[in-house]
C-alpha cells in the first residue's frame, strides 16, 4: 500500500518561502505521477502542481506559476513543493497525491483529484498579510 506523508507545513508572512515535502513508500510501479492540491475552508480541491516521476515538464496551476517550484528525488521517493513570495491566499491545507504511472496519458487530468489513486493527511500552510 501505496503511503505519502507531508510535511513542512507552518505560519509565514506575505511574500515568506516555504518548501513541503512529501515522503513515499510502498511503490510497486516503476513510475508514478504526483501532486500537490490544497483545500482552504469552504472550498474545493484544487491542483496545485504535478509532475511524472518518469521525467518531463511539470505542471502548474496559474495561481501558482512563477512562485511555486514543484520537484522530486526519484532516489529518496520524496516529492518537493518549493513556495515563495507567498500571499495569503496561499493558505491552506496542502496535501500530496500520487497515481500509478501507467494512468498517466499527458497530464491533462493532473488537477482532478479524482484521478489519484493515493494521499497524504495533509500539512497546513498559513501566510499572514
Known amino acids: 500500500q501505496v503511503q505519502l506523508v507531508e510535511s513542512g507545513g507552518g505560519s509565514v508572512q506575505a511574500g515568506g518561502s516555504l518548501r513541503l515535502s512529501c515522503a513515499a513508500s510502498?511503490?510497486?510501479?516503476?513510475?508514478?505521477?504526483m501532486g500537490w492540491f490544497r483545500q482552504a475552508p469552504g472550498k474545493e480541491r484544487e491542483g496545485v502542481a504535478g509532475?511524472?516521476?518518469?521525467?518531463?515538464?511539470?505542471y502548474y496551476a496559474d495561481s501558482v506559476k512563477g512562485r511555486f517550484t514543484i520537484s522530486r528525488d526519484n532516489a529518496k521517493n520524496t516529492l518537493y513543493l518549493q513556495m515563495n513570495s507567498l500571499v495569503p491566499e496561499d493558505s491552506a491545507m496542502y496535501y500530496c497525491?500520487?497515481?500509478?504511472?501507467?494512468?498517466?496519458?499527458?497530464?491533462?487530468?493532473?488537477?482532478?483529484?479524482?484521478?489519484?489513486?493515493?494521499w497524504g493527511k495533509g500539512t497546513q500552510v498559513t501566510v499572514s498579510s
Open positions: 497525491a500520487a497515481t500509478p504511472g501507467s494512468r498517466f496519458a499527458g497530464g491533462i487530468t493532473w488537477y482532478w483529484p479524482s484521478w489519484y489513486n493515493y
Open positions: 510502498g511503490y510497486t510501479d516503476s513510475n508514478y505521477f
Open positions: 509532475i511524472y516521476t518518469g521525467g518531463g515538464n511539470p
